[in-house]
């Protein structure tokens, strides 16, 4: 059986999903980017934590495909956000979130 890769917007309550919209092109515009064999590993500063639970708490609702892990270091280092999934999953989220190739 073959994942079905697909963002389901509409699992994302009505009146949410303009303020996910524009935390996703907030986000991304200022997180640091690092490739990894199944996904991706998105870089925030600390003070963006709640920010980046919001984004994680409603990707999980539209992209249940993905697995999402979010990593709060201490010494108020960054918090990161791990974005992996199954075969094919990667190039979803790149062509989804618009990252470079």
Same mark, same amino acid.
């Given at each position: 059986?073959?994942?079905?890769?697909?963002? =389901?917007?509409?699992?994302?309550?009505? =009146?949410?999903?303009?303020?996910?919209?524009?935390?996703?092109?907030?986000?991304?515009?200022?997180?640091?980017?690092?490739?990894?064999?199944? /996904?991706?590993?998105?870089?925030?500063?600390?003070?963006?934590?709640?920010?980046?639970?919001?984004?994680?708490?409603?990707?999980?609702?539209?992209?249940?495909?993905?697995?999402?892990?979010?990593?709060?270091? /201490?010494?108020? /280092?960054?918090?990161?956000?791990?974005?992996?999934?199954?075969? /094919? &999953?990667? &190039?979803?989220?790149?062509?989804?979130? =618009?990252?470079?190739?």
């Amino acid at each position: 059986m073959s994942t079905r890769f697909a963002c =389901d917007i509409m699992a994302i309550p009505a =009146d949410e999903r303009p303020s996910h919209r524009e935390l996703t092109r907030r986000l991304m515009a200022i997180a640091a980017i690092r490739e990894t064999t199944n /996904g991706f590993t998105f870089v925030f500063p600390l003070e963006e934590h709640s920010a980046v639970a919001r984004f994680a708490a409603s990707e999980r609702l539209c992209c249940p495909f993905l697995a999402l892990t979010l990593e709060v270091t /201490g010494e108020r /280092g960054p918090v990161r956000l791990h974005l992996t999934g199954p075969t /094919g &999953a990667k &190039a979803f989220v790149r062509a989804e979130l =618009d990252l470079p190739p």
